[in-house]
T-cell receptor
């Protein structure tokens, strides 16, 4: 497809388990973002990748969260030892990095029970 | 102080009404400004960029006041389909970098 693709679209996991969320950005986009949004809340920045530069990890809420981007394309967000407060929709977005539009995926809806 | 502040609303207006949303940002070094629209349980989508001279796209007009660090969105002749949450978005870099989102202003247009 032409858009940002995220998987899984929905994930229910038990507290304490690890989860991996995947993002496949638009082909050729050099910038990739992860945000999360809790129910009824605004978007919370997590991490930003731009080309080969060091990622901006300043938004990761704890050391249980990590993300990588392999080959400048697909990104994986990993949450270790999930907690109930991690329940949210995790949104990935990408842009051509030229100051124009960023495009969001449909999100991965995570529920920790 | 939050990077981007918006009146959360909700705004409830009849069809055909004109409605205005305001947004303030805290960092004077901010360079890029946008309005995004988010429908219920959907991802945000770009509505329009905001330029220094102000810009219009059909029924939508965006204004930027750098001196006051203030951004506005005006919607004329509201349609039922305009019902959504409108997100004010700011970036410090000319090539975007990290984007700062306001919490959004909820709009409901009723028939």
């Amino acid at each position: 497809g032409a858009g940002v693709s995220q998987s899984p679209s929905n994930k229910v996991t038990e507290k304490g388990k690890d989860v991996e969320l995947r993002c496949d950005p638009i082909s050729g986009h050099t910038a990739l973002y992860w945000y999360r949004q809790s129910l009824g809340q605004g978007l919370e920045f997590l991490i930003y990748f731009q080309g080969n530069s060091a990622p901006d990890k300043s938004g990761l809420p704890s050391d249980r969260f990590s993300a990588e981007r392999t080959g400048g394309s697909v990104s994986t967000l990993t949450i270790q030892r999930t907690q109930q407060e991690d329940s949210a929709v995790y949104l990935c977005a990408s842009s051509a990095g030229n100051g124009n539009t960023i495009y969001f995926g449909e999100g991965s809806w995570l529920t920790v029970v | 102080r939050k990077e981007v502040e918006q009146d959360p609303g909700p705004f409830n207006v009849p069809e055909g009404a004109t409605v205005a949303f305001n947004c303030t940002y805290s960092n004077s070094a901010s360079q890029s400004f946008f309005w995004y629209r988010q429908d219920c349980r959907k991802e945000p989508k770009l509505l329009m960029s905001v330029y220094s001279s102000g810009n219009e796209d059909g029924r939508f007009t965006a204004q930027l006041n750098r001196a006051s660090q203030y951004i506005s969105l005006l919607i004329r002749d509201s349609k039922l389909s305009d019902s959504a949450t409108y997100l004010c978005v700011v970036s410090r870099g000319s090539t975007l970098g990290r984007l700062y989102f306001g919490r959004g202003t909820q709009l409901t247009v009723w028939p």
